[in-house]
């Protein structure tokens, strides 16, 4: 039994070798599947001295990619793609990077390829934009921001949201991120969303604008008015008071005439003289409280005076919602604030 033990031992290893060297031959990497000609339209780009080295490099990057030395291979790419911007280089380096875990370089690489559209071939071209699907399907998100406000900058975890027409949404790696809106004259916005593979969520930015304003505590016209009805009181005690003189006088006027000698008895003239009296009393109940009206009135334009404030922002919804789409599927993402 021990003899039999041993032998299937031996004859485990060179099975475990195969399998290794199997999973190592099916590995996608730098097959060379579209013959190239010289005549596609990144040769003319780089003098042949120049070509030659990134081939070079090129070709030690396939091997060290072939043995799993990937770290290793991801230098040789990115040195032969720094001397040639050649997109079977992107290809395999976008390989690298996938196999490394960094899904959003290896798709932004894949997307710098197929701009070279059908100058790759037909099956280059078709495995960059299927692998592109894969990628955005199964490791990546999407996160689309609405700008509420026009000319607002927008930033995705602290990186500047390219300003490029049309770009409506940006690729991410899937987790939680935080978007935020800045824009002179308004308070800035941050918003956070949490998305897993193959989602898209879409966050909007409201903004609130950074001003001041003045603010009174009556409106402007009230202690104006009380003014002006203070002047109208005193000048209708100005009328009442020239009146009363006016009758006075001609009480005294009438006093004076009807007594020629010196033991005559002076006529009665109380109607006048009271009628007089009265009136100056009244003018002077209206000087006392016009004049009061005035200085009221004046005191509250003082206290009325225009005081600067500034506008404040919303404050932050205790539940916010964003959309977020998937295959086959929609979803409403909530965040309780407490």
């Not at 998100?141 to 990186?159: F, S």
């Not at 604008?209 to 100005?238: Q, S, Y």
């Not at 004049?291 to 600067?308: F, S």
């Not at 506008?311 to 909530?334: D, F, G, N, Q, Y």
Request: charged share 25%; aromatic share 8%; with cysteine.
């Amino acid at each position: 039994m021990e003899s039999v033990i041993r032998h299937l031992r031996i004859r485990a290893v060179p099975a475990a070798a195969l399998i290794a060297l199997a999973l190592v031959l099916a590995l996608p990497i730098a097959r060379a599947e579209t013959v190239r000609t010289g005549d596609e339209p990144w040769y003319p780009q780089v003098s042949a001295s120049v070509r030659q080295r990134a081939q070079a490099l090129f070709a030690q990057a396939i091997d060290k990619h072939q043995q799993l030395l990937r770290g290793d291979a991801l230098v040789l790419y990115e040195q032969a793609l720094a001397l040639w911007d050649n997109p079977d280089i992107r290809w395999n380096l976008a390989l690298v990077l996938e196999d490394l875990g960094q899904y959003l370089r290896a798709y932004q690489e894949l997307d710098s390829a197929q701009r070279w559209g059908a100058a790759l071939g037909t099956e280059r071209l078709r495995g960059v934009r299927d692998r592109m699907a894969a990628l955005e399907t199964t490791r990546l998100a999407r996160i689309e921001a609405v700008r509420e406000e026009p000319g607002a900058e927008i930033k995705l975890d602290g990186e500047p949201w390219p300003r490029r027409a049309g770009l409506r949404s940006k690729l991410v790696l899937p987790g939680e991120h935080y978007i935020a809106a800045h824009k002179p004259g308004y308070f800035p916005v941050t918003r956070s969303v949490s998305v897993k593979a193959g989602q898209q969520a879409r966050v909007a930015l409201p903004m609130d604008e950074d001003r001041l304003f003045e603010t009174r505590r009556w409106r402007g016209w009230k202690p104006w008015a009380m003014v002006g009805a203070g002047i109208a009181v005193t000048a209708v005690g100005a009328g009442l008071e020239w009146w009363a003189f006016v009758q006075q006088n001609a009480a005294m006027d009438a006093l004076m005439h009807g007594c020629d000698t010196e033991l005559c008895e002076p006529a009665s003239t109380p109607g006048l003289y009271d009628r007089g009296k009265l009136k100056n009393q009244l003018a002077v109940g209206a000087f006392v409280a016009g004049g009061t009206a005035v200085a009221v009135g004046l005191a509250l334009a003082w206290l009325n005076q225009p005081r600067a404030r500034r506008t404040e922002a919303r404050a932050p919804s205790r539940i916010e919602l964003t959309p977020i789409l998937a295959p086959h599927r929609a979803e409403l993402s909530a965040l309780v604030r407490f």
